[in-house]
């Protein structure tokens, strides 16, 4: 189970990374003599047409409408397994987790809205309530071996329960006027796949296939349609078909050892669950293409004309001190009322760098800035947060390093 672990968050860390560059690069190319034709790459349409039946849609709202129903759809798989089978199944662990990401979204929140309340930009409010954990972890990778495992398992645990939180924060608050005739199909599509669940139906093409009509009729009621990733995932099933087999391989010649062990491969792939194959499948295309993508295609921000007033304000100090204030609050409180307990080898100097590193919204921020605002202060809220991640991740690493990854036993009972 480590070493699962440390893969997933190393192949997290990766991705981080190429997010990074990916936003550098529509960085560069939204300020440079090609800012033109990457803003009009965003507007170019693709259509999809069978008889009288249509779907256009803009590069852009291909990529955040439907690319992104993919991303979402991972975030509800590691939701589903850390609920049921990961940190969020122990009571104590998932408290800390539970308790400090609700912090790393109220207080946040909280202080955009006193700085924004009644203006223009009072609807982006949920924008700094969001954690980037592909970022967040590219971050921490950069200390190598003087960060503890559990510490980085702490951040992925909050990073899910804030995406939830997100995920909660887009259905509710930011939908538009509902279609009830297509919201009504919506949840007939949603309750077949719930119905193949509960049979232990292990096929993938089918869940993707129902997964397929039931993001269209999303798309159809007004909810966001990336919703309809979530709300699959939770119909997917997380059970072993079958116990796994022993092999029997000693004493066996070389040939026989072979075919042996590709048998063993099949019947390890043959007995994970459907939720485990599809997060397998599904990982590296959302960390390697879907991601990056999304980034260079809403990364981009003109500076020229660029007003900074408060949203931008609200957007920088809900981040960057919003995140650690709230997360290192919370989770002070839920440890002191014995509702929760620190990871092992972690002190609060730790808590407080990784709430600073929480303090990297990127991907979900960009998305919520999306729906929050119009053309006129997207580009405000964009360099907000793209300074406070930026800000967020520096000043997380200094004081990460300067913990030297939270190894205080005294800070542990304070």
């Known amino acids: 189970m480590k070493r699962l672990i440390e893969q997933f968050l190393e192949s997290e860390a990766k991705g981080g990374i190429l997010l990074f560059a990916t936003a550098l690069l529509a960085f560069w190319l939204s300020n440079s003599p090609w800012a033109q034709a990457y803003f009009d790459l965003q507007g170019v349409y693709l259509k999809l047409q069978v008889g009288d039946w249509v779907l256009k849609k803009s590069l852009l709202h291909f990529v955040n409408d439907f690319l992104m129903a993919f991303f979402f759809l991972l975030v509800g798989l590691e939701l589903k397994r850390e609920l049921l089978q990961g940190e969020l199944k122990n009571p104590r662990q998932a408290g800390l987790a539970v308790a400090a990401a609700l912090g790393g979204m109220v207080t946040p929140a909280l202080i955009y809205t006193f700085l924004n309340y009644g203006g223009a930009g009072a609807p982006g409010w949920g924008v700094p309530m969001a954690t980037d954990i592909a970022f967040a ?46 919201l009504g199909l919506a949840a007939l599509a949603f309750g077949f796949a719930l119905l193949l669940g509960a049979m232990r139906v292990r096929s993938l093409p089918a869940y ?11 798309l159809l009621s007004g909810i966001h349609a990336t919703i309809a990733g979530v709300l699959l995932a939770f119909a997917v099933p997380i059970g072993r078909a079958r116990p796994m087999p022993a092999p029997a391989v000693g004493g066996a010649d070389r040939e026989l050892r072979e075919a042996q062990l590709e048998k063993l491969e099949d019947e390890v792939r043959a007995a994970q669950s459907p939720l485990h194959r599809l997060e397998h499948i599904l990982h590296p295309y959302v960390a390697y293409f879907i991601m990056p993508v999304f980034a260079f295609f809403n990364a981009g921000v003109a500076l020229e004309g660029v007003q900074v007033g408060a949203v931008a304000l609200g957007i920088f100090l809900g981040l960057l001190l919003g995140k650690p204030l709230g997360i290192l609050l919370f989770a002070y409180l839920a440890v002191r009322l014995g509702l929760a307990q620190l990871p092992e080898g972690v002190g609060w100097r730790a808590v407080a760098g990784v709430g600073l590193v929480a303090g990297i919204g990127f991907t979900m ?32 690493v200094a004081v990460i390093w300067r913990s030297g990854g939270g190894n205080a036993a005294a800070e542990r009972q304070a």
Do not use: C, H, N
């Open 365 to 396: 921020a960009l998305f919520i800035a999306g729906l929050a605002f119009g053309p006129a202060l997207l580009d405000e809220a964009k360099l907000g947060i793209l300074s406070a991640s930026l800000t967020a991740a520096v000043l997380g």
């Open 137 to 182: 972890l590219g971050v921490l990778s950069l200390l190598g071996r003087r960060v503890p495992l559990s510490l980085k398992v702490f951040l992925t645990a909050l990073a899910i329960v804030d995406d939830l939180g997100a995920v909660l924060v887009i259905a509710v608050f930011y939908t538009s006027q509902l279609d009830a005739g297509a």
């Open 208 to 218: 993707m296939l129902i997964g397929l009509v039931l993001w269209y009729f999303v």
